[in-house]
């Protein structure tokens, strides 16, 4: 427990909160290439169908989820089930108080204990407080895919960043 949050894995009644948020991440456009929103079904789908292994963790606050972090496969092929990708969304009145930091311990032990070699994560370019989380996190820069997206009627650089367990 942090400041009165606790930390657990997320279940289908959070599925309102966790799509509330990730809209939120939508209309911000710093946090994820994502345009289309996520109503409740289409979270309650994707975290029912969501394996175990990658779990979703959601910080609670009281009853209220105020942000939520989700270990993801990397790809479907055999030799990358150890390497997970890793999303963390907050809240916006939540942001900046070390909420995200918080997930994200929580999401790397979470890793490890799931046998995890590997967390990697796209982040857009210039999201520098996305990026100082990382790397207070012992995450590094492995590169730069310049114009991958379009977001907003622009091209929108990533960066790939890696954090071996």
């Not at 207070?136 to 977001?151: C, D, K, Y």
Request: a negative charge; charged letters at 20%.
């Amino acid at each position: 427990m942090y400041n009165g949050i606790t930390y657990r894995k997320a279940s289908c009644h959070d599925t309102p909160y966790i799509a509330a948020i990730w809209n939120q991440g939508i209309d911000d456009g710093i946090a994820t290439l994502e345009v289309e929103k996520r109503d409740t079904e289409w979270v309650k789908n994707w975290l029912s169908n969501h394996d175990p292994r990658y779990s979703v963790i959601a910080a609670d606050n009281e009853g209220k989820i105020v942000g939520w972090l989700s270990l993801n496969p990397f790809s479907q092929r055999k030799v990358y089930m150890f390497v997970a990708d890793i999303s963390i969304y907050i809240e916006r009145t939540h942001r900046g108080h070390g909420l995200g930091s918080n997930l994200l311990d929580h999401g790397i032990l979470e890793a490890r204990t799931n046998g995890f070699h590997k967390i990697v994560l796209t982040m857009i370019s210039g999201n520098e407080h996305a990026r100082n989380l990382y790397i207070n996190h012992g995450f590094r820069t492995v590169g730069i895919m310049h114009e991958q997206g379009i977001l907003n009627n622009k091209w929108i650089d990533t960066e790939i960043m890696e954090k071996i367990l």
